[in-house]
């Protein structure tokens, strides 16, 4: 696999990265490195967070030199509307009329819909909380590049608690699973080709465990997630046991076909 010039977007606003960092966990940027570097280690990354980036327009001027953006997760909400999320709409609009490549995972998949026309709300079916499960393909995702040797049904490290409600025009529909309908989407916007994912298979399910733990209050608190913290025990458990099962290379497929598309 020949050398890419790649963007990665972070989500997080800073303080979140930095709390992650205190508490021993990667930021989402270094675990979509590691995960990137397992299928190609001549990959050349740049990184930009828009949340604290002031000078956006000079970003913006060198967008022509990346092959393709990653655009990543984020503990954000995309309806609360503050000037870092306004700021992150902006630059995905930008994105859109130059970089011709983008994959959208989670929180990444939240902004590109909305810059591109559709909506996003918090899930009526409740939340992912380190895992999806039962994510199934449609005729379109089993035909799909992104799914190339993945099987037709499976499970996924993931945590959301919005979703995809209404679709960006020419958006084709992948992948479901109970919680969200769209699970994975295809669209175009100006130059751009989206793939667009709600899960996360850049990150395991270690990570995913360390987040529930780091956040184990506020699942109980203020998501109502849980009840107490035996109930996150036993969720936790539950995850422990399909990591057992989930084979790294699998789990990760989605990056290893968008790094192939890009680079053909």
């Given amino acids: 696999m020949p050398n890419l010039n790649l963007l990665i977007v972070e989500g997080n606003l800073e303080e979140e990265n930095q709390n992650f960092e205190k ?3 990667q930021t989402h940027t270094d ?5 990137l570097a397992f299928f190609n280690t001549n990959l050349n990354i740049d990184v930009l967070n828009p949340s604290s980036n002031p000078n956006l327009e000079k970003i913006i001027q060198n967008l022509k030199k990346y092959d393709g953006l990653i655009w990543g997760g984020s503990s954000l909400n995309i309806y609360t509307d503050t000037i870092e999320i306004q700021n992150q709409i902006f630059l995905m609009k930008e994105c859109f009329k130059i970089v011709k490549n983008i994959l959208a995972i989670c929180w990444g998949m939240q ?17 992912h909380i380190g895992i999806a499960n039962g994510i199934e393909l449609n005729e379109n995702g089993i035909k799909h590049p992104l799914y190339k040797s993945k099987i037709s049904k499976f499970n996924s490290p993931a945590f959301n ?17 109970k919680i969200n309908k769209f699970q994975s989407i295809e669209f175009k916007s100006g130059v751009s080709k ?9 990150i395991s399910y270690d990570k995913m465990i360390s987040l529930i733990e780091f956040r184990k209050d506020k699942l109980i608190n203020f998501r109502k997630a849980f009840n107490n913290e035996q109930e996150i025990r036993n969720h936790i458990n539950f995850i422990k046991e399909e990591n057992k099962v989930s084979d790294k290379n699998f789990r990760m497929f989605e990056l290893k076909n968008w790094l192939d598309f890009i680079t053909n």
Avoid: C
Wanted: charged content about 15%; hydrophobic content about 40%; aromatic content about 6%.
């Fill in 194 to 202: 989206i793939w667009a994912l709600q899960y996360h298979p850049e």
């Fill in 23 to 25: 508490s021993g966990i």
């Fill in 161 to 177: 608690f919005d979703e995809v409600v209404t679709l960006p025009n020419s958006s084709i529909h992948l992948a479901s699973n």
């Fill in 31 to 35: 675990s979509l490195k590691d995960s």
């Fill in 111 to 127: 902004v590109a819909v909305t810059a591109a026309g559709g909506e996003v709300k918090k899930s009526v079916n409740g939340a």
